[in-house]
């Protein structure tokens, strides 16, 4: 295996930091996206029942201790909800806006990486085919099969392992991206179910209701 690694020369040792990145980001990405992603309904429902009893500071509590944007979505509606629907929504359009380039961290690179990595293949087996050309031209009339196996090695090895890193890659992408659009898609719904309790219930805050000493 070391030695069909430094047949691939400089380029191999860069589409394997390529891939070494790329499994990084995927990894990170969809450990803080499988994290981040709560059963939001389940979620909702208990919120409301501290609702309905005017524990305001609690639900908001409640969100800021629980992890993922769907919360923080929540949390924004809860805190201004005695303003009227327009301030909620206000807010939570602001929050999803601050939320979703935290969700979509560094998942332009990974797709960066996964279209690179078989370019640099394709590079590696161009310099491949020019080294045999090379061979050829310096050894002509008689060329071996042995003169050239070094830049057929070169550019087939390349190839393979440019595409080896970028079909996973993208691959890991596209499962990112559609784990993104469901949160999004929490999110939208969340936000929806929020604003539709808070125009059934009318809520008011235990705290002020408390009678002072």
């Not at 293949?121 to 008689?142: D, E």
């Not at 691959?171 to 784990?179: E, P």
Request: glycine share 8%; hydrophobic share 55%.
């Amino acid at each position: 295996m070391f030695e069909l690694l430094r047949q691939g020369g400089p380029i191999m040792a860069v589409l394997l930091l390529v891939g070494i990145g790329a499994a990084a980001i995927f990894l990170e990405r969809l450990f803080q996206l499988h994290r981040a992603q709560i059963r939001w309904r389940d979620f909702l429902q208990g919120l409301y029942v501290i609702l309905r009893r005017g524990n305001v500071a609690e639900a908001v509590s409640l969100c800021e201790e629980a992890a993922g944007p769907v919360p923080m979505i929540i949390r924004a509606a809860i805190l201004k909800h005695s303003e009227g629907p327009e301030k909620m929504r206000q807010a939570m359009q602001e929050v999803g806006l601050a939320e979703i380039p935290r969700i979509e961290k560094n998942m332009p690179l990974l797709a960066t990486l996964a279209h690179i990595a078989p370019m640099l293949g394709l590079l590696g087996t161009i310099l491949g085919l020019m080294q045999m050309l090379i061979a050829i031209q310096q050894r002509a009339p008689l060329v071996h099969a042995g003169d050239l196996a070094a830049g057929l090695w070169q550019a087939l090895l390349l190839s393979a392992a440019g595409l080896v890193i970028s079909i996973p890659a993208y691959a890991g992408y596209n499962l990112l991206v559609g784990r993104v659009e469901s949160l999004t898609l929490d999110m939208e719904r969340a936000a929806a179910e929020i604003m539709n309790f808070f125009a059934q219930n009318t809520v008011a805050d235990a705290a002020k209701k408390e009678p002072k000493a």
